[in-house]
């Protein structure tokens, strides 16, 4: 991909899996890829056996990076990201934090009301950067295959990030698919996947 012209619309099929937003990692925008469900959705899991820091893991852009270094760390959730091919492509990960969010912007499978506590919406690593939700602000995704019951939905539940928690180790960030709640939860519990991967733009 050479410009922004050149992306497809929202939900297009994309390298793999369905285009679902842009996301800026350190300075370089990528375009983000949702990992087909019956391929690349992962049943309620732990994202790591061990409250231990993981040292590569604190990025909220960069999910790639989050999900090497869990996996190097033993997580067998990061492991199966990476272990995946889908569509010929074989650099899929966990999305970060400021990634599933974008992911829930564009895909949000229900008609609830959104979360709107403190800073919950915003998102600075989104292109272009997004504001607080409102209760009413995303809407239900338009494309019938993500809405609820859908063949590729999210949900409604809880969706592991590969976010570490930066101040307490032993939790990692999770999404909400029902309403957009962001929340940290100890490492142990079991939560949902679903892998992505990028193309930088």
């Known amino acids: 991909m050479g410009t922004l012209n050149e ?26 890829i949702v990992a087909p469900k019956a391929d690349g959705e992962h049943a309620d899991i732990a994202w790591n056996g061990s409250s231990k820091s993981v040292a590569g893991a604190l990025s909220y852009c960069d999910g790639r990076a989050n999900t090497n ?3 190097e760390a033993g997580s067998k959730l990061a492991q199966w990201a990476l272990d995946l091919r889908i569509g010929g492509h074989d650099d899929w990960y966990l999305p970060s934090q400021d990634e ?20 919950s919406g915003i998102n600075l690593s989104a292109e272009p950067p997004t504001r607080p939700y409102t209760p009413v602000f995303p809407l239900q995704t338009v494309h019938e295959a993500f809405r609820d019951g859908g063949a590729e939905a999210f949900d409604d539940v809880w969706y592991w990030s590969s976010t570490q928690h930066a101040s307490v180790s032993g939790y990692a960030w ?14 142990y519990g079991e939560f949902r996947a679903r892998a992505v991967r990028r193309l930088p733009i």
């Open 100 to 119: 599933l969010e974008v992911i829930y912007r564009t895909f949000k499978p229900t008609t609830e009301a959104n979360w709107c506590y403190a800073r």
């Open 174 to 187: 999770i999404q909400n698919f029902n309403g957009g709640d962001q929340r940290s939860r100890h490492k």
């Open 69 to 71: 270094a869990t996996a």
């Open 7 to 32: 992306l497809p619309a929202i939900n297009t099929p994309l390298a793999g899996g369905f285009y679902a937003g842009r996301i800026n990692v350190d300075g370089v925008l990528y375009a983000l």
